[in-house]
């Protein structure tokens, strides 16, 4: 084992210290969960497919929040008043969403690409908000941001 303590090493301590990675990370593993809770439903069980996609989507959210709340951004705030938080970012998101396709397509732009432009607008502004709001605490100044 190199690499001094834990035997990490200078990029294993790169990746845990940095929460940009831990956030995309994060995102990596809420969108997986989700698809595959999806895929198992809807084709494993035969679940209608809204019903599907419902329950898969609260599956990726849940999973974002917690991973987000514990180990992007650790908070020793109650996870009802970061839970309430990231709900309203959520909600935020989504008529975000709403607005920047449907405006976009307004002007010409295809519909795919006006989602994939919302989706990465979303991903910065949640990174920030994340940060600065929804997972604010004392205990973060133990990762290094």
């Not at 084992?1 to 845990?16: D, I």
């Not at 497919?49 to 705030?77: C, D, H, K, M």
Request: hydrophobic share 55%; proline share 2%.
């Amino acid at each position: 084992m190199s690499g001094g303590a834990g035997g990490v090493g200078p990029l294993g301590r790169w990746l845990c210290a940095s929460a940009g990675v831990r956030y995309a990370a994060a995102g990596g593993v809420s969108l997986a969960l989700d698809v595959a809770t999806l895929y198992a439903l809807r084709t494993g069980l035969g679940v209608h497919l809204v019903v599907a996609t419902s329950i898969a989507y609260v599956v990726g959210l849940v999973t974002n929040f917690l991973i987000n709340r514990y180990v992007v951004f650790p908070s020793e705030q109650t996870a009802l008043s970061s839970g309430a938080r990231y709900l309203s970012l959520v909600a935020f998101n989504y008529l975000a969403t709403i607005a920047l396709v449907s405006g976009l397509t307004l002007v010409s732009v295809p519909y795919l690409a006006a989602k994939f432009f919302a989706v990465a607008c979303t991903m910065l502004w949640n990174f920030l908000a994340y940060k600065h709001w929804v997972f604010t605490a004392s205990r973060r100044a133990q990762w290094k941001r």
